[in-house]
């Protein structure tokens, strides 16, 4: 017979350490999109020489682990520069560095994928540069970087686990938090598996959702 020592008030402790990783991957991939555009932007009007200082800024975020990025971060802020800022606000500015990093190369590669002619019909009836971009250019690029963005999204709501070693509880520190008192690994890490599937799953189905609809348009 099943029988376990899992109570309601641990599966609300656990819904909580959930409402933080959603918290922390929805500020990290706004905030991460917002300035991977600008990034991505920069890096295609400027070019591969222009640009080439903005990308190797870039080329850190995305080539050092997220996990040694979180405790450098942590330890230079408090320890160095002792500017008192909490785990969460150290995770949050360290996931969105790391959103835009791989923001700006998907938004770069799909603003090259709009067809030269088209910019230059736009440009030929008199479009300026910031109406070719954002009637024109940024529509069109949206729908050829969507599926990627959404990986992106997923990706940085599973590496958001990593935020725990800089003191931030989310859902799986929650985990192991439960499993230590309880001693019932298997059925925690299956609760907690449900709990991150019931967090990517919508967002999947409406990428999914918005790809079918654009593609028929």
Do not use: H
């Not at 298997?186 to 919508?202: D, H």
């Amino acid at each position: 017979m099943f029988d376990t020592a899992l109570t309601v008030n641990d599966l609300i402790f656990l819904a909580k350490g959930a409402g933080m990783t959603i918290f922390v991957t929805v500020i990290s991939v706004f905030f991460g999109t917002v300035l991977g555009i600008l990034f991505g932007v920069i890096r295609y009007q400027l070019g591969p020489v222009w640009s080439a200082p903005l990308m190797f800024v870039l080329d850190i975020f995305r080539s050092i682990p997220l996990l040694i990025q979180l405790v450098l971060a942590y330890a230079f802020l408090g320890t160095v520069l002792r500017l008192g800022l909490s785990g969460l606000t150290v995770a949050c500015m360290v996931l969105t560095l790391y959103t835009s990093a791989y923001c700006a190369e998907i938004v770069r590669g799909g603003i090259e994928a709009v067809p030269l002619t088209l910019r230059r019909a736009s440009r030929s009836l008199g479009l300026t540069w910031g109406q070719d971009m954002t009637n024109i250019v940024l529509p069109l690029a949206t729908r050829v970087a969507l599926p990627s963005w959404i990986g992106l999204a997923l990706g940085v709501m599973k590496d958001s686990a990593l935020v725990y070693v800089v003191q931030v509880t989310e859902l799986l520190k929650s985990t192991q938090i439960l499993i230590t008192r309880l001693q019932e690994p298997l059925l925690l890490l299956m609760i907690c598996g449900a709990f991150y599937f019931l967090i990517s799953f919508p967002v999947a189905r409406i990428g999914g959702y918005l790809e079918r609809r654009w593609s028929n348009d």
